[in-house]
């Protein structure tokens, strides 16, 4: 038999009980000591693993200056690294697909961000607040029939 309860045992409970316990992350690693992510940008998926080394980046087996040749690009998918000081500390191995090359380097971004919470669950919060571990989630708009692209119209003719 259900026991049912009035609402004054509801009342009774405190907010703060009610409240969620705050989540306790714990390090993610698989076997071989290695943390694990994907990010996603545009089109681009990118598999993401991190292990501590000497900041050694492999892109798809190839250099990351060879991979990346537009410094810029370079430069934002170390953001993550430069943010928490860990550029020398840890070895990246990506393996990226889809879209171009910007969007490819956002996937890693992002990739690189979960991986580093997975790997330190304590630079989370620098992370978070760069905003690194949100996924931007803009994508082209698809073309519509009757149109010359998305919204653009053919040219008018009055002959």
Known sequence: MVETQ????LAALSPTAMAAAPVERTQQLDKYGRAYATGKRKNAI????IKPGSGKWIIN???QEV???RPVLR????Q???LTDRATQFDVIVSVQG?????QAGAIRHGLSKALTYFEPGLRPALKAAGFLTRDSRVVERKKYGRAK???SFQFSKR
Do not use: C, H, Q, T
């Not at 009035?6 to 045992?9: I, M, N, T």
């Not at 879209?99 to 969007?103: E, Q, R, V």
């Open 6 to 9: 009035g609402l004054e045992a």
């Open 46 to 49: 990118a598999r993401v693993w």
């Open 61 to 63: 087996d190839r250099e």
């Open 67 to 69: 991979y990346f040749a």
């Open 75 to 78: 430069m934002m998918i170390a």
């Open 80 to 82: 993550p690294l430069n």
């Open 99 to 103: 879209s171009g090359l910007s969007g």
């Open 150 to 152: 998305a919204r653009r």
